[in-house]
Nanobody, 127 residues
Framework: QVQLVESGGGLVQAGDSLRLSCAAS????????MGWFRQAPGKEREFVSA????????RYADSVKGRFTISRDNGKKTMYLQMNSLKPEDTAVYYC????????????????????WGQGTQVTVSS
């Protein structure tokens, strides 16, 4: 059983930074790829970023490239999302997810590619 708990969300102004964390329980964290998704009101959940089990390979949505950085600390069973230069359009509930398959191919950029999800943390960026 895997449980994921996000934290670090909040209300910030445009241009500010936030760091989200995703704490995992269970033995499988360090051997599985992980991802971040977000869902704005009235919109579908969308891919933000993914990271391989060892952290050596990452993927980003075009909308966040150059502003967001994904990382993980397997010893602490925690994944992070550093978000810089935040924009109002980044406002959403952010979810972390664990992927049972070992690759982070194109399937890792879709909601259906993940097997466990956290409850989400709200990020609100004011203009």
């Amino acid at each position: 059983q895997v449980q994921l708990v996000e934290s670090g969300g909040g209300l910030v102004q445009a241009g500010d930074s936030l760091r989200l964390s995703c704490a995992a329980s269970g033995r499988t964290f360090s051997s599985k790829p992980m991802g971040w998704f977000r869902q704005a009101p009235g919109k579908e959940r969308e891919f933000v970023s993914a990271i391989s089990w060892g952290g050596g390979t990452t993927r980003y949505a075009d909308s966040v490239k150059g502003r967001f950085t994904i990382s993980r600390d397997n010893g602490k069973k925690t994944m992070y999302l550093q978000m810089n230069s935040l924009k109002p359009e980044d406002t959403a509930v952010y979810y972390c997810a664990l992927r049972w398959s070992l690759d982070i191919s194109v399937q890792a950029m879709g909601v259906s590619g993940y097997d466990y999800w956290g409850q989400g943390t709200q990020v609100t960026v004011s203009s």
